[in-house]
């Protein structure tokens, strides 16, 4: 029996009080316990161990070395584990490596990736860390800024080769079809255990995949992870991580800050303060002038805080410099029709619903241009105003 954990948890040691974003001890060294007849109780091996060495080390533990060497074979990196257990041989690999691309793919932050050996840790992002983990097992000291030339290219060698190792042994992605039940297949998305062809990642070059060019994750980590708790319900944690957002160096990005108001204005929404949820995303659009989200999202704040005559007007100055943005369209075409300017409005609902690129918007416009001017209209309308007011 082998028991195994897929990930730890952040628990604020490093901002981040979940998991997802970094790759510290805390949320990658995880629990590995193995049971077998041929196993002596209570041996706690000090070998660094890889979850890429269980396969391998179950196999040895039932057929021996030979299937042992025929499931690495077959699976790529990783060994068994026994012979280090036993006190026989040494751990199959002395370097672990990690990465996590949710920052880069969400929020178009550097690519985050980590080498460790038993007695140092390299984090690889736009500021890179260097950690003795002897003298410093939490990762609160970062040795980088004052390392050696040498030790530097020494620990980029490394994660050279491990993302050389890791690159040749992939061979793309292979997923699983999903076989369960919809009520189960629905747990598992919402908890994202489940993944679609097209959001795969594949690995690039070498070079590409040692590129950390973007935001450091660790400036990101308290916007986004505000974002999450909005999605969560937990308005004072989100509330909290933003203000301490606001209070960092990060803050002076002007994506970060952008991305930051766009938060603020969402959790105002959510305690139903309109007015400031509007001026929240005036200042996203201050920050970050081509930031969509916040343009029609100001529009959106006016139009559920019972002002679409101050919504309207807005999103017809923000019409001007964007006139094919296709949600802005769509909320201000709401903005008329909460207006009682239904003509005007079904005339700019009916276009998108023909012309619009997004299906989703394409959708909408059409079901509202349709309503509209109908006896269900003042339904409709109450399900915009009030069916969202917690994630606009």
């Given at each position: 029996m082998a028991v195994i954990s897929d990930h730890g948890e952040g628990l604020a040691a490093h901002l981040e009080d979940e998991h997802g974003i970094f790759v510290y001890d805390e949320d990658v060294r995880v629990a590995c316990i193995l049971a077998a007849p041929n196993l002596p109780a209570g041996v706690v091996s000090g070998a660094q161990a890889r979850t890429t060495d269980v396969a391998a080390t179950i196999a040895d533990l039932a057929g021996g070395g030979r299937a042992a060497r025929e499931v690495s074979s077959r699976f790529g990196d990783g060994g068994s584990l026994i012979p280090a257990i036993l006190g026989r041989g040494q751990a199959p690999d002395s370097v672990a490596y990690s990465e996590s691309i949710h920052s880069r793919r969400a929020y178009s932050a550097s690519g985050i990736k980590a080498v460790r050996t038993a007695n140092w840790k390299m984090i690889a992002c736009a500021r890179p860390e260097l950690y003795d983990l002897n003298r410093d097992p939490a990762e609160r000291f970062n040795l980088w800024p004052t390392a050696s030339e040498e030790k530097r290219e020494a620990a980029l060698g490394i994660l050279r080769e491990q993302i050389t190792r890791a690159i040749r042994e992939s061979g793309g992605p292979d997923a699983?079809?999903?076989d369960a039940d919809p009520e189960t297949a629905d747990a598992l998305r919402a908890l994202g255990y489940t993944v679609s062809r097209q959001r795969i990642d594949l690995p690039g070059s070498v070079d590409e995949e040692m590129n950390f060019e973007g935001f450091d994750p660790k400036d990101i980590?308290?916007?986004?992870?505000?974002?999450?708790?909005?999605?969560?319900g937990f308005l004072k944690k989100a509330e909290g991580k933003l203000s301490r957002f606001f209070r960092s160096q990060a803050a002076r990005n002007p994506a970060l800050r952008s991305l930051a108001h766009q938060n603020a204005a969402k959790a105002a929404i959510m305690r139903r303060q309109f007015a400031r949820a509007a001026g929240e995303y005036e200042k996203a659009l201050r920050a970050e002038p081509s930031n969509p989200d916040a343009a029609w999202g100001v529009v959106y704040?006016?139009?559920v805080g019972g002002?679409?005559?101050?919504?309207?007007r807005r999103g017809r100055e923000l019409l001007h410099s964007r006139p094919m943005d296709e949600r802005l369209r769509l909320h201000h075409a709401l903005s008329l029709a909460l207006l009682g300017q239904r003509s005007p409005a079904i005339?700019?609902?009916?276009?998108?619903?023909?012309?619009?690129?997004?299906?989703?918007?394409?959708?909408?416009?059409?079901?509202?241009?349709?309503?509209?001017?109908s006896a269900e209209e003042a339904r409709y309308l109450d399900?915009?105003?009030?069916?969202?007011?917690?994630?606009?």
């Open positions: 699983e079809p999903l980590v308290d916007v986004a992870l505000a974002g999450r708790d909005l999605e969560n704040a006016w139009n002002r679409p005559e101050a919504g309207e005339e700019i609902l009916d276009r998108l619903a023909k012309d619009a690129k997004d299906p989703e918007i394409a959708g909408v416009a059409a079901l509202y241009a349709e309503k509209i001017g399900v915009y105003l009030h069916a969202e007011t917690t994630t606009p």
